[in-house]
């Protein structure tokens, strides 16, 4: 069982930044796709970013040129650079780790003011 631990939310002005965290368990080769998600009141949780074991990236089309997924494989963990931040990134932002089945973290708070 893989456990994940995101870091990193907090409260921001419009166009700032934010780095979030997601360590996880094990080593991240040993699964198949990591991913964020996020999930405002009253809406679905929705795709943000996701890499694969192979590298593979994809992006929410609402984020791109904006956001950046990497990885520290030493430090089995994953990252989400949140730059030009929009009130509309307001959201619980959860890590997924995928394997077999998903593995969900607590979620971490990011808050963008106006």
């Known amino acids: 069982q893989v456990q994940v631990v995101e870091s990193g939310g907090g409260l921001v002005q419009a166009g700032g930044s934010l780095r979030l965290s997601c360590a996880a368990s094990?080593?991240?080769?040993?699964?198949?796709?990591m991913g964020w998600y996020r999930q405002a009141p009253g809406k679905q949780r929705d795709l943000v970013a996701s890499i694969n074991r192979d590298g593979d990236i994809n992006y929410a089309d609402s984020v791109k040129g904006r956001f950046t997924i990497s990885r520290d494989n030493a430090k089995n963990t994953v990252y989400l650079q949140m730059n030009a931040l929009k009130p509309e990134d307001t959201a619980v932002y959860y890590c997924?780790?995928?394997?077999?089945?998903?593995?969900w973290g607590q979620g971490t708070q990011v808050t963008v003011s106006s």
């Open positions: 094990e080593s991240i080769f040993s699964i198949n796709r």
């Open positions: 997924a780790a995928i394997r077999l089945k998903w593995y």
